[in-house]
């Protein structure tokens, strides 16, 4: 089991699927600077990691697969210390359908 987000985030490295999905108010944007609406995606895995000495360092991670293929991620943090300003983060992100999957199945 991955427990920590450096973790997760270099197994995504090292396949080559770190991708950050950057929300905007358009949508989801890929790296290469490609628009998602949140039918295109699919969360097939969510992790929280907290910090009990920081609160600070609380984050939440979702995996994310696009109907093209494409894998990536979107991170927040939790609560008072999210890195969105504004509730559109939060609303789009429960606009993704979710199909868990296990770990082992996307890290085969």
């Not at 108010?25 to 969510?46: Q, R």
Request: aromatic share 10%; with cysteine; charged share 30%.
């Amino acid at each position: 089991m991955m427990t920590t987000l450096s973790t997760v985030l270099e197994k995504l490295r090292i396949r080559k699927q770190d991708n950050e999905f950057i929300i905007s108010e358009a949508g989801f944007c890929s790296p290469a600077g490609k628009l998602y609406n949140n039918e295109d995606l699919t969360i097939i895995k969510t992790y929280r990691f907290e910090e009990d000495s920081d609160p600070s360092e609380s984050s939440i991670l979702y995996l994310i697969e696009a109907k093209d293929g494409l894998m990536g991620y979107s991170i927040d943090a939790y609560g008072v210390y999210s890195n969105h300003d504004d509730n559109v983060y939060d609303e789009c992100i429960r606009k993704i359908n979710v199909n868990e999957r296990d770990e082992q199945e996307i890290f085969k």
